[in-house]
């Protein structure tokens, strides 16, 4: 099956930094990334997502890049802020069904 | 428009004992899942309703676990007799779109567990 690797497992930057987030997959045909957003006791929010169809997605100051060769795509935070301070989850999908998700990445945004 | 609802959201329980986990979806949402997050780790696929039906129970850890979705309102995931491991937060998920294109998920809150 499907697994997912993230890194870093923690993070931090300085406020008005930018914070990078990776994450490879191994199944070749999965074609549908999302990253999810989950604040300390909330529950996890879509942030962003990506189709295996687009290199790169752009969202104010959120982007995702994937490399599907490579197998890996990554989350771009730029001017950071301390609301942008919770755990961020990457996740690969190949079907409606299921999505394998990574291990979490806890950035912390320094103010 | 509420979201994904569960109930409770803590729960402690001895070991040997029984828990009930419920979801409320998103009103409309024929896809419902149930994923858990276990000490820290990844968000682990549990299992795949659509509407009353088991899509997918590939995740479900073993038999002291029990999912229902009567109806293809809410659902429930029983766990009997429990154990220190099930220990985690229980996250339900809901979905509009069924298909080729995975629609988004909407999560709720999710159960904490804490087996003792």
């Known amino acids: 099956g499907e697994n997912v690797e993230q890194h870093p497992s923690t993070l931090s930057v300085q406020e008005g930094d930018s914070a990078v987030i990776k994450c490879t997959y191994s199944?070749?045909?999965?074609?549908?990334f999302p990253w999810y957003k989950q604040e300390l006791g909330k529950r996890p929010q879509l942030i962003i997502d990506?189709?295996?169809?687009?290199g790169e997605k752009k969202d104010q100051r959120i982007a995702v890049t994937l490399n599907k060769t490579a197998k890996h795509f990554s989350l771009h935070i730029t001017e950071t802020q301390p609301e942008d301070s919770a755990v961020y989850f990457c996740?690969?999908?190949?079907?409606?069904?299921?999505?394998?998700f990574g291990s979490g990445t806890q950035l912390t945004v320094l103010p | 428009e509420a979201g994904v609802t569960q109930f409770p959201s803590h729960s402690v329980i001895e070991k040997g004992q029984t828990v009930t986990l419920r979801c409320d979806p998103i009103?409309?949402?024929?896809?419902l899942y149930w994923y858990r997050r276990v000490m820290g780790k990844e968000i682990k696929f549990l299992l795949h309703?659509?509407?009353?039906?088991?899509?997918?129970e590939s995740g479900m850890p073993n038999n002291r676990f029990l999912a229902e979705r009567t109806g293809g309102t809410y659902s429930t995931l029983k766990v009997q007799p429990a154990e220190l491991e099930d220990s985690g937060v229980y996250f339900c998920?809901?979905?509009?779109?069924?298909?080729?294109?995975?629609?988004?998920?909407?999560f709720g809150e999710g159960s904490r567990l804490t087996v003792l």
């Open positions: 998920a809901s979905s509009l779109r069924t298909g080729g294109n995975t629609g988004e998920l909407f």
């Open positions: 990506i189709r295996s169809n687009v």
């Open positions: 009103s409309g949402h024929d896809n």
């Open positions: 199944d070749s045909a999965s074609n549908y």
């Open positions: 996740a690969a999908s190949k079907s409606a069904r299921q999505l394998t």
């Open positions: 309703f659509v509407k009353e039906s088991k899509q997918d």
